[in-house]
Structures are given as structure tokens and as C-alpha cells.
């Protein structure tokens, strides 16, 4: 199951909430925290936590693949039950998993039945591409090649409740590069279970071909 958020607020939608938590309701899971960089503080990480509890019963541990990569046991991140990618700059954060050679991984991690949590940027590289980034960031390192993880066939858009983006100039890009795009509010989310996708709270559907 593959969970993409766009922030979390203290009034996050019910329906989503319970749905992810009847999908992790056999007891404790594993949950392994991937930063899109280096918290030293761990501030982002442990508010994170707070309130991640909400939707499941989670063992955490947090895995740097940025400053600290060289450290990490990569077969028991991709032993966890539950892989969480964080928000932060989604440009850096996809450098940081092609630096590490972690594309094919995750590829395998889900199609061997693993579940990914992401939320902003760790919910928009899900896609196949994460140029749609250029509406909400700013590619702070610079790459060229913005293909991603693959494992959604529609772009996402979140924080739409904060009104920083324009849906002209979404519904140019959808058109032009044959895509669809959800835009989903803080507190909200989509769930792709399987071939299934599942919308909870206000998304709207920016479809190419209408």
C-alpha cells in the first residue's frame, strides 16, 4: 500500500486515518523514517512520530540517507514493514536516492508487498517524475534527470489549501506532458492499494484528456 500525504494537521481526515490503520492493525510494524536531509536535531523526525501514532501501531527507526549514509544497514531499511519518505525539498531528496542507488530498491521493496508512506516531496517523488516540483521548490542541487520512483501513474500537488499554485498553468502542464495530476489540502491524502486508487478529503483531479 502506498500512502501519499500532504501535511498533517491536528484535524487529519477520519476516513483516512482509519483506513490506514485497519491496514496496519495485526499488532506492531517496523517503521523505517527516511529524512529528504540530514535533522540533526531529530525536531522534524520526533513530531513525525507524534503523529504517525495515529494511524498505526509503529516500531520507528530513523535511517540519513544524506550526511550519514555511510552508516546505514540498507537490508534491514528495506526490511521494515513501513517506509516512510519525508517532506523537505524534493529535489535534494531524490538526489540523495539516486546518490545512494536506492531507485531499484524501493521498486522491489513495493512489488515484494512493502508499504510506503510519503508525505509532500517523499509523496511526490512516488511519481514517475517529480518535475512538477518546479510549482511548490526550488531545485536547490541543480539535476537534470527528474525521474523518480515509478510507483504511481499521476503527479501530485500538495499543500493546495495554502494557494500558492495556479491551475492554468497545472492544467498546461497536464496537457502538455500527458499527465494527471491530484492536488490534495494538508490533512488529506490518497491511498493506491494494488490498481486501486482511493481519495480522502478535498483532491482534485487535473486530467489531461477532458
Not at 114 to 120: V, Y
Amino acid at each position: 500500500m502506498l500512502v501519499l500525504l500532504s501535511n498533517f494537521t491536528r484535524k487529519d481526515n477520519k476516513e483516512l486515518i482509519n483506513r490506514v490503520v485497519n491496514n496496519f492493525s495485526n499488532g506492531k510494524y517496523n517503521l523505517a523514517y527516511v529524512p529528504s536531509c540530514t535533522d540533526s536535531s531529530r525536531k522534524y523526525y520526533i513530531h513525525v512520530k507524534s503523529m504517525l501514532n495515529e494511524y498505526g501501531n509503529f516500531q520507528y527507526e530513523y535511517y540519513d540517507i544524506d550526511e550519514n549514509c555511510d552508516s546505514i544497514d540498507f537490508d534491514k531499511l528495506f526490511s521494515s514493514d513501513v517506509i516512510y519518505l519525508s517532506g523537505g525539498n524534493t529535489f535534494y531528496f531524490l538526489n540523495n536516492i539516486k546518490k545512494n542507488n536506492l531507485i531499484d530498491r524501493f521498486r522491489s521493496y513495493v512489488k515484494t508487498g512493502g508499504n510506503i508512506i510519503g508525505l509532500s516531496a517523499g509523496a511526490i517523488i512516488l511519481s514517475q517524475s517529480i518535475e512538477i516540483a518546479k510549482f511548490g521548490g526550488e531545485n536547490i542541487c541543480e539535476i537534470e534527470d527528474f525521474s523518480a520512483l515509478g510507483l504511481v501513474q499521476f503527479d501530485f500537488i500538495p499543500h493546495w489549501n495554502m494557494g500558492s499554485h495556479n491551475i492554468y498553468e497545472l492544467k498546461h502542464f497536464s496537457k502538455k506532458n500527458k499527465k494527471v495530476i491530484y492536488t490534495c489540502n494538508d490533512g488529506d491524502g490518497i491511498i493506491v492499494d494494488k490498481e486501486n486508487i482511493e481519495l480522502y478529503g478535498s483532491i482534485t483531479k487535473i486530467d489531461y484528456s477532458l
